[in-house]
T-cell receptor, first 116, second 114 residues
């Protein structure tokens, strides 16, 4: 079975500062993908970044980077230069190989609040 | 707009009534997923289609729930004899086969059972 754990129910950050959102995962499948999604109050799930289990380098997308530590089974999201619009719920998710590839298992989420 | 579209956005229904939601995926995506999200929780997988074939169903999907994807295009999720515990956000996502590096989500249908 796959499991995603996000231990930070809420995080606060000052505008323009960097923030790290924690995510640990558990799976016995050697082939998996790790995702981060942002969910603003409107409810839509917005894709941020993806990391494959065989990727050698950490993924980056603009201000988002994924700190992938395979041995520790962690996939933390780093947001640099936080903006007020970054205030939202953030979910870490995982998909595993096989015919179910693409089916996502989500963590409990972390609410990020950016202060001016 | 070429994103995933879900209708209606909001639905309020009385307990015991049937409801149906619709999802229109991104046109070239042959994989479609339904998730349910309750307040303060992450989304939970309900079911998955590849083209018109329903390949996987979660144990969360009781006999009162049925999903279809005729012709491999749009999908519908029906809940019969709704219960208050069915109140949740129902999210649809789609992805292209062979490139499941991301799934695009719709804005969801928020169901309230009174």
């Amino acid at each position: 079975a796959q499991k995603i754990t996000q231990t930070q129910p809420g995080m606060f950050v000052q505008e323009k500062e960097a923030v790290t959102l924690d995510c640990t995962y558990d799976t016995s499948d050697p082939s998996y993908g790790l995702f981060w999604y942002k969910q603003p109050s409107s409810g839509e799930m917005i894709f941020l970044i993806y990391q494959g289990s065989y990727d050698q380098q950490n993924a980056t997308e603009g201000r988002y980077s994924l700190n992938f530590q395979k041995a520790r089974k962690s996939a933390n999201l780093v947001i640099s230069a936080s903006q007020l619009g970054d205030s939202a719920m953030y979910f870490c998710a995982m998909s595993t190989g096989g015919t179910s590839y693409g089916k996502l298992t989500f963590g409990q989420g972390t609410i990020l609040t950016v202060h001016p | 707009d070429t994103g995933v579209s879900q209708n209606p956005r909001h639905k309020i229904t009385k307990r015991g009534q049937n409801v149906t939601f619709r999802c229109d995926p991104i046109s070239e995506h042959n994989r479609l997923y339904w998730y349910r999200q309750t307040l303060g929780q992450g989304p939970e997988f309900l079911t998955y289609f590849q083209n018109e074939a329903q390949l996987e169903k979660s144990r969360l999907l009781s006999d009162r729930f049925s999903a279809e994807r005729p012709k491999g295009s749009f999908s519908t999720l029906e809940i019969q004899r709704t219960e208050q515990g069915d109140s949740a956000m129902y999210l649809c996502a789609s992805s292209p086969q062979g490139r499941s590096t991301e799934a695009f989500f719709g804005q969801g249908t928020r169901l309230t059972v009174v």
